[in-house]
Each structure stands twice: as structure tokens, then as C-alpha cells.
């Protein structure tokens, strides 16, 4: 669990649960905010975020909130984890998890100071998107907490 302190001297804190599902395939985190979550799945050199509640429903569009290639495992892994803390800074308001925006934040990360956004052409990496919400969609149920 984490908390998030709000910077603008108002010291609102709000409560982040984060659960993480750790496998071979890929894994998963779920960053709980309330009546809102994300869920943050890695696989290999991707790593994508979507609106939880929309990712489990039946007519899910595979909308993505954040997609990013990374060079290597080592690179993907860390940044995965900045990625859950990220999450857990954010605040319920934010374009995470109330107020989404219509963007396409397909990004490619290059080292710890240097990402760019994929340029459309670049079927490299558009094959790469598409493989990875393939194995999401085929998939899918490895994803759904148990509690649910």
C-alpha cells in the first residue's frame, strides 16, 4: 500500500493498494485508487497500462492508456516498477484514472533520459503493438484478480 501527499500544500493523502502477479509469460500489477484502478502489464519489451474496469469488460476495445518498447529486459523491468510507483503518485484525477484523454501515448523508451513517441510508419514497432495485445486478448482471463 502507498500513499500519495498532495504537493500543493493541502497534505491530502490518498490511498493506492497495488496488487502484483509475477510470471514467467509476463506480469502484472493492479493499482487500486478507490472506485478506480489501472492495471500495468509487462511482457518481455513492452509494457502497457490500461483503465482496469474497462479491460474487464466483455466489449473491451484494448484501448491503451500508455505503451512502451524498451530495448532490453533490464531497461523494461526497472521501468515497470517506476511505472507501478508512478501510478501510485498519481492522483484520482488524473488522465490514469478519472479523466482519461482521446491520445495515443505509444512511446519507445531509449535510456533512464531519453523516450519519443513511435512515429506511425514504423511498422517495427506497430507489429510489436499488435502482437502484444494479441497475447493480452488471447490471454485475458490470467489478468482478472480472483476477486473479483
Excluded: W
Excluded at 9 to 24: A, C, L, R
Excluded at 81 to 88: A, E, P
Excluded at 90 to 95: E, G, V
Excluded at 121 to 146: A, G, H, M
Aim: glycine share 4%; charged share 30%.
Amino acid at each position: 500500500m502507498c500513499y500519495n501527499r498532495c504537493e500543493k500544500g493541502g497534505g491530502i493523502m490518498e490511498k493506492s493498494t497495488v496488487y502484483v502477479q509475477m510470471g514467467d509469460a509476463c506480469s502484472y500489477a493492479i493499482v487500486d485508487k478507490g472506485e478506480k484502478s489501472v492495471i500495468i502489464i509487462l511482457k518481455e519489451l513492452e509494457c502497457i497500462i490500461y483503465d482496469y474496469e474497462e479491460f474487464i469488460q466483455d466489449n473491451f476495445n484494448y484501448h491503451y492508456l500508455l505503451l512502451k518498447h524498451y530495448p532490453n529486459t533490464t531497461s523494461a523491468y526497472k521501468d515497470y516498477l517506476k511505472l507501478i510507483g508512478k501510478m501510485c503518485k498519481k492522483s484520482i484525477d488524473s488522465k490514469y484514472f478519472k479523466n482519461h484523454l482521446n491520445e495515443d501515448n505509444h512511446i519507445v523508451f531509449k535510456s533512464d533520459v531519453e523516450e519519443y513517441m513511435v512515429d506511425d510508419n514504423n511498422d517495427d514497432y506497430t507489429n510489436r503493438k499488435v502482437q502484444l495485445c494479441e497475447f493480452i486478448k488471447n490471454n485475458k482471463d490470467y489478468f482478472i484478480r480472483k476477486d473479483n
